[in-house]
């Protein structure tokens, strides 16, 4: 048993999102180290729908839930692991002490730090109306970036398309929504995608130049983390 140590770990939260997880960390992988190759990953799927009813205006409570979860991945020592789902973090914040340190978490911090420019740049944060709205991703981004704040309807059409996505895909919507953000909104440097639904979304927009796609780094920084301690 002692070869699976240190394995990564993934905490599934909805079915697609889960599923292009999966996919896109494999394909991460294969990109360095060939089509053949299979990336080691211990998986726990959470009864989401029971946690996604409370949130998020229940955090703490959403974080008492997941808190077995975090010891399961202990347990099981999937060492590093992420989370499969953006608002999700934001428990890590009402509820710290429940969370060991000895636990080696991928946290969406640690991604923006890595990944956002050093020189300022202005951002718009894509996801729920709720993460859209709320202080949490704004706090973990450097200061020296301008966050822009869209417009209701343009957070709704936003919201409409993670609800779209959420069960089913529609390139459509996805190709008229992102088309119409980059369009109003040209001074924008970066839309910071922070909502899976929404990265599902965005594989249907061919211009991806102008996404910070959280979800997707999370999954560069597993498979990176993981590929360079195992050469």
């Known amino acids: 048993m002692k070869a699976l140590n240190k394995v990564p770990g993934i905490i599934l939260t ?6 292009w997880y999966l996919k896109t960390i494999q394909k991460i992988a294969q990109e360095s180290m060939g089509n053949e190759y299979v990336f080691p990953l211990k998986m726990i799927q959470l009864p989401f729908q029971e946690i996604n009813e409370i949130l ?10 997941l808190v077995p979860y975090l010891k399961d991945m202990k347990e099981i020592q999937a060492q590093p692991f992420l989370l499969a789902n953006i608002t999700l973090h934001e428990t890590f914040n009402y509820y710290p002490k429940t969370f060991s340190k000895e636990i080696h978490f991928l946290s ?7 990944k956002l420019p050093v020189t300022p740049k202005k951002l718009a944060i894509l996801g729920t109306a709720y993460t859209m709205n709320s202080g949490y991703l704004k706090s973990l981004i450097p200061k020296n970036h301008q966050v822009i704040l869209l417009n209701k309807d343009l957070q709704k059409k936003v919201d409409d398309l993670r609800i779209t996505f959420y069960n089913e895909l529609d390139k459509n919507q996805a190709e008229k929504t992102f088309s119409e953000l980059t369009k109003q909104h040209p001074e924008v440097d970066f839309f910071i995608i922070s909502c899976t639904e929404l990265a599902l979304a965005l594989d249907f927009f061919d211009n991806k130049t102008k996404f910070f796609n959280l979800p997707h780094m999370q999954c560069e920084r597993l498979v990176s983390h993981y590929l360079n301690n195992h050469k």
């Open 14 to 19: 909805a079915v697609q999102s889960g599923v």
């Open 56 to 65: 998020p205006h229940k955090m703490e409570e959403a974080a008492q839930m």
């Open 108 to 114: 969406i911090e640690d991604v923006l730090i890595r």
